[in-house]
């Protein structure tokens, strides 16, 4: 029986899906995704002699993560869609299996205890590098709000431990120009080439962008006015920022000029990111969360970058 659903559906696919252009599919064909299998390995603890409820395979949950902030999607907007399109169950590689969602949220969970996320990004860019892509002449970091629930407390309510609200526990507020933003704040490296997202750090929203470098010894690292005088292990190749009574001189604005053009890439990924995904906001209560999600959004922007560099084109849904 199952067989001939599994028939049925790839039928479907191939026939009304497939000559209609499934971006997806191209996408799941750039990573070797067996290499995170074995992440898998003491996530779960249910392996027993006496046996377990089986767990659903490890590439099958980093795919519907990937998804869901490719998509933009809540847990159970997540579950819904996995269930009513067929290019998703196709992307997932199984037919049959359809995580609810509250599986969705115990997964993230266990990456968050267990810390193997960072074992997820690192295959993935140790991928990115097979592929000859690398950091060459030099990296842009900055950095942008990803909002957060607020709730309807006022700020001086406590947060963290004392929270008693919706609100995010560990969100802040931070206000740039006239507009003030609560939840937290993605920083992240890209390099100059190809814009590949290298390097990822998230924080509260108040957190200063300076006081995050991502760059790596030897690496020249663009920045806006920011990151004017922070510290770096890279060279500092930030734009100059002109201080009450000592206004800029001609040779730091043309300096601050060439800059600008040079780092305008990273502006792209961010684009990207809140505009085609449609991913800016997260409805988490607490930084480590928010950092899981903001790496899937990353990988998530690095696939579609690729798909981009692989395909000539850029067109997406």
């Known amino acids: 029986m199952r067989t001939l659903i599994d028939f049925s559906i790839m039928h ?32 779960y603890k249910n392996k027993t002699e006496r046996g377990g409820r089986p767990n659903i395979d490890i590439i099958i949950m980093i795919k ?7 998509f933009g999607l809540s847990d159970p907007q997540l579950e819904l869609q996995v269930a009513d399109r067929i290019s998703f169950r196709v992307f997932l590689g199984a037919t049959e299996t359809i995580p609810d969602y509250t599986t969705v949220w115990l997964f993230r969970k266990r990456l968050k205890e ?5 074992d997820i990004w690192d295959e993935f860019i140790n991928q990115l590098r097979a592929k000859g892509y690398e950091v060459q002449t030099g990296v842009i970091q900055d950095a942008s709000f990803i909002t957060s629930d607020p709730g309807h407390a006022k700020k001086d309510v406590p947060r963290g431990d004392e929270a008693k609200t919706r609100r995010s526990k560990d969100g802040t507020w931070a206000t740039k120009g006239k507009k003030s933003n609560f939840g937290y704040k993605a920083h992240v490296k890209v390099d100059t080439e190809h814009q590949f997202i290298w390097a990822v750090n998230t924080t509260t929203a108040s957190v200063h962008d300076s006081r ?9 690292r663009y920045g806006d006015k920011a990151y004017s005088g922070a510290k770096t292990k890279g060279y500092d190749a930030s734009m100059k920022r002109a201080a009450r009574g000592h206004p ?19 502006e792209r990924c961010f684009s990207v990111i809140k505009t085609l995904f449609r991913s800016g906001h997260v409805m988490v ?14 990988i998530g ?12 084109e850029v067109v997406w849904r």
């Open 12 to 43: 479907e696919y191939n026939k009304n899906v497939l000559p209609r252009g499934d971006k997806l599919l191209s996408i799941a064909g750039l990573i070797a995704w067996k290499r995170f299998s074995p992440i898998g390995d003491g996530l």
């Open 64 to 70: 519907l993560l990937v998804l869901q902030e490719m």
């Open 212 to 220: 995050v470098d991502l760059a790596e010894v030897g690496e020249v």
């Open 114 to 118: 267990s810390g193997k996320y960072n």
């Open 285 to 298: 209560t607490t930084v480590e969360n928010a950092a899981i999600k903001v790496m899937f959004k990353a």
């Open 248 to 266: 800029l001189g001609i040779s730091d604005i043309l300096r601050n000029e060439r800059i600008s053009k040079k780092r305008s890439p990273v």
């Open 301 to 312: 922007y690095n696939l579609y970058n690729l798909h981009g560099l692989s395909n000539k």
